[in-house]
Nanobody
């Protein structure tokens, strides 16, 4: 099995920055696409950003120009740098990864809370 463990969430004022990390552990032969999703209270989970194994990235329109996503394949880790945070960015952020281990599966982290105060 593979576990994804997120860290880096917290409380920040509007305009501030946070960096989320998600580290995968377990039997891992390759990390394929990785991404970050978020879910605000009363709303559906939505894609924030994703990155392929080759480094191609995709962002939600609402975060373009403010968030960046990166990965360290040697550490099986994906990062989300969030700048110029807004109150509407408040949500639980989940890491997602397509992992090839004993089999190829899609995994989710447990989520980390990000709260942006106005």
């Amino acid at each position: 099995q593979v576990q994804l463990v997120e860290s880096g969430g917290g409380l920040v004022q509007a305009g501030g920055s946070l960096r989320l990390s998600c580290a995968a552990s377990g039997i891992i032969y390759s990390m394929n696409a990785m991404g970050w999703y978020r879910q605000a209270p009363g709303k559906q989970r939505e894609l924030v950003a994703s990155i392929t194994s080759g480094g191609s990235t995709n962002f939600a329109d609402s975060v373009k120009g403010r968030f960046t996503i990166s990965r360290n394949n040697a550490k099986s880790t994906v990062y989300l740098q969030m700048n110029s945070l807004k109150p509407e960015d408040t949500a639980v952020y989940y890491c997602n990864a397509d992992v090839t281990g004993l089999s190829r599966k899609d995994y989710w982290g447990q989520g980390t809370q990000v709260t942006v105060s106005s």
